[in-house]
């Protein structure tokens, strides 16, 4: 576990004492189970900053101590990112839209796209030299009603008339995997109906980390996003570890009198005499703001609540039933005591969200513990 002599000597080097600490080996753990369950090759979802964890060094880690050799993103530009860092071995998916402009790049680069209907497939052809192969994901919507062609498509008349693509994978989405097992078995169906006619030529891709950790897979990859980062909604003991925990520190500690208003428009009143810290860490950070009133922290094992609106910078704490020697301890924003799914239900919200939204203002630092 992390000691408080390391939290120290981060402090150290910091203007203020807001950090991010990124476990490794919580990652490594969370890779080795969803590798497990897949029981096949998976593509390592790490787009929006390896929600909010740091893409780059978790991507360099992951295909250095774990193996992967697939990652997914989500813009063309975080594909550049990791392609200028990962090994040339590795294998770039960019799942969202790319201007056709940046098409011939991603032939160069050998970066994979996503062709999801026919107008764009009609642009990226049309943007490729006739000596240029574009490898493609073929993205077919099975129920999620986003991205994808209708399951009819007739994969043999596609690539006669797009000779310049190469299937990389055929991949679809699903919705409800978490929640709904007989949509999702339905969105199945419809995917290995297309199958049916596409043969065994191509590689496939459906289940997300819903999938992986709550049906059997039977495709060539897997994407794990959410779980790999120590969350998954699961009937099954999964037995995930969280990856990211956030510190701070009290910077001010404050004594008010009962009746008095505590930040902005008076949004808390005492209905004591209280005493109150102030935290460095508000919602420029990505701390949600409608946790004002509502979240609390935990220091050294003790609750204390956000009282007060959460500003840009700034949040305000009871720390009354604190002792003393407890001022200069390190407050939990996120960690052993509080996770993302609890920061998410208490502010109407998803662990996915609460993760990516933690800024690059808060510095990130890389360990096992």
Do not use: W
């Not at 052993?336 to 998803?350: E, K, P, T, V, W």
């Amino acid at each position: 576990m992390l000691g408080k002599k390391v939290l120290r000597e981060i402090n150290s080097t910091l203007s203020r004492p807001t950090k991010i600490l990124i476990n490794l080996k919580n990652y490594g753990h969370n890779i080795e189970i969803a590798k497990k369950l897949s029981n096949s090759e998976v593509i390592l979802v790490v787009k929006a900053n390896a929600y909010g964890h740091g893409s780059k060094e978790l991507s360099t880690f992951a295909y250095d101590n774990h193996n992967i050799r697939y990652f997914a993103v989500a813009t063309f530009e975080e594909a550049l990112e990791l392609h200028d860092i990962l090994n040339k071995n590795a294998k770039l998916i960019v799942l969202g839209y790319v201007d056709p402009t940046f098409v011939r790049s991603a032939s160069e680069k050998n970066i994979i796209l996503t062709v999801y209907n026919e107008e764009i497939a009609k642009l990226y052809s049309e943007h490729l030299y006739d000596t240029d192969t574009l490898k493609i994901a073929l993205k077919i919507d099975t129920g999620m009603n986003r991205l994808g062609f209708e399951p009819e498509l007739d994969i043999d008349n596609f690539l006669k008339k797009y000779i310049k693509f190469d299937i990389f994978t055929i991949m679809s989405h699903l919705s409800s995997a978490d929640s709904d097992s007989e949509y999702t078995y339905y969105q199945m169906k419809s995917f290995n109906n297309i199958l049916k006619y596409a043969g065994n030529s191509y590689s496939t891709s459906l289940f997300n980390s819903a999938g992986i950790c709550n049906f059997k897979n039977q495709y060539t990859f897997t994407r794990p996003g959410i779980m790999t980062y120590g969350y998954i909604k699961s009937s099954r003991d999964v037995k995930l570890k969280k990856v990211m925990y956030l510190f701070t520190n009290i910077v001010h500690v404050h004594n008010i009198k009962k009746g008095e208003r505590i930040g902005y428009n008076g949004a808390y009143i005492a209905p004591r005499d209280m005493r109150i810290g102030i935290l460095p860490i508000g919602y420029g950070d990505g701390y949600r703001r409608n946790l004002s009133n509502n979240g609390f922290v935990y220091i050294n094992n003790i609750r204390c609540n956000i009282i007060g609106n959460i500003c840009m910078d700034m949040t305000m704490i009871d720390i009354s039933a604190l002792p003393e020697t407890y001022l200069n301890y390190d407050v939990e924003i996120l960690g052993d005591n509080i996770d993302a799914n609890i920061l998410a239900d208490l502010s109407g919200s998803i662990p996915y969200e609460i993760l990516t939204n933690f800024s690059s203002r808060i510095k990130r630092y890389y360990m096992s513990f």
